[in-house]
């Protein structure tokens, strides 16, 4: 990834949210900010947009390590951005097309429906962080990454929260980005589910609460999340490894989110 970004050319912010200290910094990183304590994914996304704001930037590309970048990827994401900027008034921002790297397929909305607006552009309710290519203007508008949701639905409820303020989340139609989302698939009654380390269960089932008492989260999303809860917990519980902790991690989740519990799990 970083040597995709070295070629190209695009000054880099690396946000460490692990413990030590990166031993080798790539050279292709301009900046690099270290969060011994683990601030979030949300609240990282914040100190480097806001990091890359302090240099003048207009825009800020959002990745993470579970993506593959290449030269010709980036090079067609700003394409598709700077095309949206000329059509549109308010773009939010612009990722591109996702393929699981699990299964091969490109991840597609089940309940909402995406718009193709031109051959280059579809209009989404929301997209993934990590391919965000993000309007600095309107993120200044729209206001930070949520960090009291720590993490799990974080890209989202921006992306909604946007779309709320009339801006328009878009993907690029004809870049595709490979992506690696959790540790794992299964399909089980004709479902796919996710899997991911146990603790994630806590934030996700927290946040699916916490967001549902939002006016600006769509409907379908939460009532799908909502009467998912008990078959997820269900398979986490009684079909992946480590079912018991797992269980223990998606009741903390379940009464946080009833309390309205934010931030980082107490452990």
């Known amino acids: 990834m970083l040597s995709a970004l070295q070629q190209s050319g695009w000054p880099t912010v690396l946000v460490d949210n692990s413990p030590s200290v990166l031993a080798d910094i790539p050279p292709s990183v301009h900046t690099y900010i270290h969060c011994p304590d683990n601030v979030g994914i949300a609240e990282a996304q914040n100190k480097g947009i806001d990091k890359a704001i302090e240099t003048q930037a207009e825009a800020v590309l959002l990745l993470d390590q579970d993506s593959q970048l290449s030269a010709a990827l980036l090079n067609g994401l700003l394409d598709s951005y700077k095309l949206a ?33 031109c051959d280059e552009l579809v209009l989404s309710r929301q997209i993934i962080a990590s391919g965000m290519l993000l309007n600095v203007s309107a993120y ?3 206001g930070k990454k949520d960090s009291e949701l720590f993490i799990d639905g974080v890209d989202h409820e921006w992306c909604w929260r946007a779309r709320n303020l009339d801006y328009m989340v878009l993907k690029a139609a004809g870049v595709v ?15 796919n589910f996710k899997r991911g380390a146990p603790v994630r269960l806590y934030y996700q089932v927290r946040n699916v609460l ?7 989260v769509p409907v379908y999303w939460k009532l799908r999340h909502l009467t998912a809860l008990p078959i997820r ?6 079909y992946f490894p480590q079912g ?11 009464k946080d989110g009833i309390t309205g519990r934010t931030g980082r799990i107490d452990q």
């Open 85 to 117: 900027l000329h059509r549109f008034d308010k773009v939010a921002c612009v990722g591109p097309q996702v393929l699981c790297d699990f299964n091969n397929q490109q991840v597609k909305p089940r309940l909402s429906r995406e718009k193709t607006l």
């Open 140 to 142: 200044k508008q729209i």
């Open 177 to 191: 980005m490979r992506h690696k989302q959790g540790d794992g698939r299964h399909r089980l009654f004709g479902m």
């Open 210 to 216: 916490i967001l549902s008492r939002r006016r600006y």
């Open 233 to 238: 917990f269900a398979v986490n519980r009684w």
């Open 244 to 254: 018991k902790l797992r269980g223990r991690f998606m009741w903390r989740g379940l």
